[in-house]
T-cell receptor, first 112, second 112 residues
Framework: DGGITQSPKYLFRKEGQNVTLSCEQN?????MYWYRQDPGQGLRLIYY???????QKGDIAEGYSVSREKKESFPLTVTSAQKNPTAFYLC???????????FGPGTRLTVL | AQSVSQHNHHVILSEAASLELGCNYS??????LFWYVQYPGQHLQLLLK??????LVKGIKGFEAEFIKSKFSFNLRKPSVQWSDTAEYFC??????????FGTGTRLLVSP
């Protein structure tokens, strides 16, 4: 069953702590993306990667970091430098030949 | 910078009513256009897309959208909504390689 998995579904952290969100896909897609979804603001692009060991900043990359060591995996770290990290985080992937993106179920991060 | 506007933030309809959700984008070049839907508790999924050709595109579950280049619009329509259409709807535009720009979303509530 092909798709995108994100874990955990819910995540709580204390202020000042870094936290890593997992995203795995078995669709054999080259490109992967991280978005942040806030009420009334739609989805905003944090980082994206078109190939292993390479990634680019999106529109709101400050306070976040990523790695792309494997084609299937694109973890996102929310660092303590992110001023307002409480949000719903969505991971997506696509083929390089297509602009259609497929989304995972999301991780809801709450900073206490 | 490219932007996408969805002017209807919340829409409430009765079952069997007709639906039209507005989407306007700001970009003068070639665009790919998408409507995504997020049902309560589910993944963001593709409803329909326009790449080229017939400006009237049909998607899943009876939805359609019309691309009007002169108006920079890609409005979503459905002749008769059902309670199960209750969801949040996002318009998105691709203006460059791989990057999608999303609107702020429209929450649709269909009352039975």
């Amino acid at each position: 069953d092909g798709g995108i998995t994100q874990s955990p579904k819910y995540l709580f952290r204390k202020e000042g702590q870094n936290v890593t969100l997992s995203c795995e896909q078995n669709l054999n897609h080259d490109a992967m993306y991280w978005y942040r979804q806030d009420p009334g603001q739609g989805l905003r692009l944090i980082y994206y990667s078109q190939i292993v060991n390479d990634f680019q900043k999106g529109d709101i990359a400050e306070g976040y970091s990523v790695s792309r060591e494997k084609k299937e995996s694109f973890p996102l770290t929310v660092t303590s430098a992110q001023k307002n990290p409480t949000a719903f985080y969505l991971c997506a992937s696509s083929r390089l030949s297509s602009n259609e993106q497929f989304f995972g179920p999301g991780t809801r991060l709450t900073v206490l | 910078a490219q932007s996408v506007s969805q002017h209807n933030h919340h829409v409430i309809l009765s079952e069997a009513a007709s639906l039209e959700l507005g989407c306007n984008y700001s970009y003068g070049g070639t665009v790919n256009l998408f409507w995504y839907v997020q049902y309560p508790g589910q993944h963001l999924q593709l409803l329909l897309k326009y790449f080229s050709g017939d400006p009237l595109v049909k998607g899943i579950k009876g939805f359609e959208a019309e691309f009007i280049k002169s108006k920079f619009s890609f409005n979503l329509r459905k002749p008769s909504v059902q309670w199960s259409d209750t969801a949040e709807y996002f318009c998105a535009v691709n203006t460059g390689f791989q990057k999608l720009v999303f609107g702020t979303g429209t929450r649709l509530l269909v009352s039975p």
